[in-house]
C-alpha cells in the first residue's frame, strides 16, 4: 500500500522526473573517463599519479564553493518569488556547454576550457538543481509524505547514474561526451515544453513597481532583504539551524572524499575506466534498492532522524574503510556502504521541508545549500593537498589514505549534531515566520 501511494504521489510530478532521469544519465557518463582523459592529458604518458589534475579539480570546487555561497541562497529566492520553472530550466541547461566543448576536441587546451565552463555551470546547478526540485514537489505533495517522495526521487537519480555508469562501461569513449550533450539539451527541451509551473504568481500589474521594472538599486535592495529573510529564518529554528550544521560538517568531509577518491585509487591501486563504473554501479544498484523501497518501508516506524543518523553513520564508514584499504577488494567493500550513506540527502531534504512553511520553501533549501557552499569551499583544497601530501615520499608516516580518514572524523561531528536535533514542523513555528514575513507582504 505504502509503495502504490508512493506512485500515486509521482503521477503529477511525471514531466519533471523524467528530464530529470535523463539529465542524471547524460551527467554520470563522462565522470569514469573523465579522471583517465584529464591524467592524460595535463600529464605524463603511463604516470599514475598526477599532481596537476587532482589540484585542477581541487581549484575548480573551490571556486565554486566560493561563488555557490551567493548563488544557492540567490536561487532558493528567486523560485519563491518567480517561480519554479524559470529556475529548473537554468539549473537543467548549463551543463550542456562544457560537454559540448569537450566533445569538440579532446585536447589540453579543451580540458582547460571545459574546466573553466564546467566551473561556471557548477555554480549555478550544484546543489541548486535539487533545492528548486524539492521546492517543486513540496508545492505538490503533502508534508506527511514528502520524506517517502524525496527517497524516490533521489532513489530515481540513483537508478539514472546506474544507467550512466553502464553506458560509460560499454560506449566508447570518443562518443561518450557527445551523448551526453545531446541527451542533456532533449531534457532541457522537454521541460521547457511540458513542464507546468507550481508556484501562483500574482499577475503583473500586482507586482510592486521594483519587480516590474527592476533597476540596480532595487535588485540589490530586494536580494539584501530577500537573504536577511532567509537568514532569520533558518537562524531563528532549531531545526533548521541543527540541520544548517549537520549539513555543513557532513559536505565538509564527503565532499572532498568525493573530490579524491577516483584518483587516489588511480594511484593507489591503478584502478582505471572499467574499476571506476563497477564501483559505481554496485553502488548504484544498492542505492536505488535503498532509497526506492527500504527507505519509504521503515522511515514510517523509526522517523526522519532516526533514519539521518544511520545513514552518517554508514557515511563515516565509508570513508574510513576507503582510508584504511590494504587491497583493491576493500574498495569494493567500502563502495557497498554507498547503499546507506545515500539516503543522507533525501532526509536532509525531508527535515527542512517539513520545519519550513510552504511559501519558504527555497529560501530554508537555498540557505542550507548555501552553508554546504561554504564546505565545498574549504574541503577540496584541504583534501587534495592531503592526499598528494601521503601520496608522495615526504608523507610524515605510511597512510596513504590519511585524507578519508581525517574525512571521517570530520562526518563524527556531522553525526554528533545529528543526535542532539529535535525535528519540527512548520506549524509550530508559524507565528515566528509570520511575523518575519509581514513587512514584505506589505
Request: aromatic fraction near 14%; charge should be neutral; glycine fraction near 6%.
Given at each position: 500500500?505504502?509503495?502504490?501511494?508512493?506512485?500515486?504521489?509521482?503521477?503529477?510530478?511525471?514531466?519533471?522526473?523524467?528530464?530529470?532521469?535523463i539529465?542524471?544519465?547524460?551527467?554520470?557518463m563522462?565522470?569514469?573517463?573523465?579522471?583517465d582523459f584529464?591524467?592524460?592529458?595535463?600529464?605524463?604518458?603511463?604516470?599514475?599519479s598526477?599532481?596537476?589534475?587532482?589540484?585542477i579539480?581541487?581549484l575548480?570546487q573551490?571556486?565554486?564553493g566560493?561563488?555557490?555561497?551567493?548563488?544557492?541562497?540567490?536561487?532558493?529566492q528567486?523560485?519563491?518569488e518567480?517561480?519554479?520553472?524559470?529556475?529548473?530550466?537554468?539549473?537543467?541547461?548549463?551543463?550542456?556547454?562544457?560537454?559540448?566543448?569537450?566533445?569538440?576536441?579532446?585536447?589540453?587546451?579543451?580540458?582547460?576550457?571545459?574546466?573553466a565552463?564546467?566551473?561556471?555551470?557548477?555554480?549555478?546547478?550544484?546543489?541548486?538543481?535539487?533545492?528548486?526540485?524539492?521546492?517543486?514537489?513540496?508545492?505538490?505533495?503533502?508534508?506527511?509524505?514528502?520524506?517517502?517522495?524525496?527517497?524516490?526521487?533521489t532513489?530515481?537519480?540513483?537508478?539514472?547514474?546506474?544507467?550512466?555508469?553502464?553506458?560509460?562501461?560499454?560506449?566508447?569513449?570518443?562518443?561518450?561526451?557527445?551523448?551526453?550533450?545531446?541527451l542533456?539539451?532533449?531534457s532541457?527541451?522537454?521541460?521547457?515544453?511540458?513542464?507546468?509551473?507550481?508556484l501562483?504568481?500574482?499577475?503583473?500589474?500586482?507586482?510592486?513597481?521594483?519587480?516590474?521594472?527592476?533597476?540596480?538599486?532595487?535588485?540589490?535592495?530586494q536580494?539584501?532583504?530577500?537573504?536577511?529573510n532567509?537568514a532569520?529564518?533558518?537562524?531563528?529554528?532549531?531545526t533548521?539551524?541543527?540541520?544548517?550544521?549537520?549539513?555543513?560538517?557532513?559536505?565538509l568531509?564527503?565532499?572532498?572524499?568525493?573530490?579524491?577518491?577516483?584518483?587516489?585509487?588511480?594511484?593507489?591501486?591503478?584502478?582505471?575506466?572499467?574499476?571506476f563504473?563497477?564501483?559505481?554501479?554496485?553502488?548504484?544498484?544498492?542505492?536505488?534498492?535503498?532509497?526506492i523501497?527500504?527507505?519509504?518501508?521503515?522511515?514510517?516506524?523509526?522517523?526522519?532522524k532516526?533514519?539521518?543518523?544511520?545513514?552518517?553513520?554508514a557515511?563515516?564508514?565509508?570513508?574510513?574503510?576507503?582510508?584504511?584499504?590494504?587491497?583493491?577488494?576493500v574498495?569494493?567493500?567500502?563502495a557497498?556502504?554507498?547503499v546507506?550513506?545515500?539516503?543522507v540527502?533525501?532526509?536532509?531534504?525531508?527535515?527542512i521541508s517539513?520545519?519550513?512553511?510552504?511559501?519558504?520553501?527555497?529560501?530554508?533549501?537555498?540557505?542550507i545549500?548555501?552553508?554546504?557552499?561554504?564546505?565545498?569551499?574549504?574541503?577540496?583544497?584541504?583534501?587534495?593537498?592531503?592526499?598528494?601530501?601521503?601520496?608522495?615520499?615526504?608523507a610524515?608516516?605510511?597512510c596513504?589514505?590519511?585524507?578519508?580518514?581525517?574525512?571521517?572524523?570530520?562526518?563524527?561531528?556531522?553525526l554528533?549534531?545529528?543526535?542532539?536535533?529535535?525535528?519540527?514542523?512548520?506549524?509550530?513555528?508559524?507565528?515566528?515566520?509570520?511575523?518575519?514575513?509581514?513587512p514584505?507582504?506589505?
Open positions: 500500500m505504502g509503495w502504490r501511494s508512493g506512485v500515486r504521489e509521482l503521477r503529477p510530478l511525471v514531466h519533471l522526473l523524467l528530464p530529470f532521469f539529465h542524471g544519465i547524460a551527467e554520470e563522462p565522470i569514469s573517463v573523465l579522471v584529464t591524467t592524460s592529458a595535463l600529464c605524463p604518458p603511463h604516470t599514475s598526477c599532481s596537476k589534475s587532482l589540484y579539480v581541487a575548480q573551490t571556486v565554486v566560493i561563488f555557490k555561497m551567493v548563488v544557492l541562497p540567490l536561487i532558493g528567486l523560485a519563491d518567480y517561480g519554479r520553472k524559470p529556475l529548473l530550466l537554468l539549473t537543467f541547461s548549463a551543463s550542456i556547454f562544457p560537454f559540448a566543448v569537450i566533445s569538440w576536441k579532446q585536447s589540453e587546451e579543451y580540458v582547460y576550457a571545459y574546466y565552463l564546467r566551473t561556471v555551470s557548477s555554480i549555478i546547478s550544484q546543489g541548486s538543481t535539487y533545492c528548486v526540485m524539492f521546492a517543486y514537489v513540496a508545492d505538490i505533495v503533502g508534508e506527511n509524505r514528502r520524506a517517502a517522495v524525496f527517497g524516490w526521487i532513489g530515481l537519480h540513483s537508478a539514472s547514474q546506474f544507467i550512466g555508469e553502464a553506458l560509460a562501461r560499454f560506449l566508447p569513449e570518443h562518443i561518450i561526451f557527445g551523448v551526453s550533450t545531446s542533456l539539451i532533449f532541457s527541451l522537454y521541460m521547457l515544453m511540458f513542464l507546468s509551473e507550481t501562483r504568481l500574482p499577475p503583473t500589474k500586482d507586482r510592486p513597481p521594483s519587480l516590474r521594472f527592476p533597476n540596480l538599486i532595487h535588485i540589490l535592495r536580494r539584501f532583504s530577500s537573504m536577511t532567509a532569520h529564518l533558518v537562524l531563528s529554528s532549531p533548521l539551524r541543527g540541520m544548517a550544521l549537520v549539513s555543513f560538517f557532513y559536505e568531509g564527503m565532499s572532498g572524499s568525493v573530490t579524491i577518491l577516483l584518483y587516489y585509487l588511480k594511484a593507489v591501486f591503478g584502478f582505471d575506466k572499467n574499476q563504473t563497477e564501483i559505481q554501479m554496485l553502488v548504484g544498484i544498492g542505492s536505488i534498492f535503498s532509497q523501497v527500504l527507505a519509504p518501508l521503515i522511515n514510517p516506524l523509526v522517523g526522519e532516526l533514519m539521518l543518523c544511520f545513514a552518517l553513520l557515511s563515516i564508514a565509508y570513508a574510513l574503510l576507503y582510508g584504511l584499504a590494504w587491497a583493491p577488494w574498495a569494493y567493500l567500502s557497498s556502504l554507498g546507506f550513506y545515500v539516503l540527502k533525501p532526509f536532509t531534504y525531508a527535515i517539513k520545519a519550513s512553511s510552504s511559501a519558504n520553501q527555497g529560501k530554508a533549501q537555498g540557505f545549500a548555501g552553508v554546504q557552499s561554504i564546505a565545498h569551499l574549504l574541503s577540496p583544497m584541504m583534501m587534495s593537498s592531503l592526499t598528494s601530501w601521503f601520496l608522495s615520499g615526504s610524515p608516516f605510511e596513504k589514505g590519511f585524507s578519508l580518514i581525517f574525512a571521517s572524523i570530520i562526518m563524527m561531528i556531522s554528533c549534531f545529528a543526535c542532539l536535533l529535535e525535528p519540527q514542523s512548520h506549524h509550530s513555528i508559524d507565528e515566528v515566520q509570520a511575523d518575519l514575513e509581514t514584505f507582504l506589505n
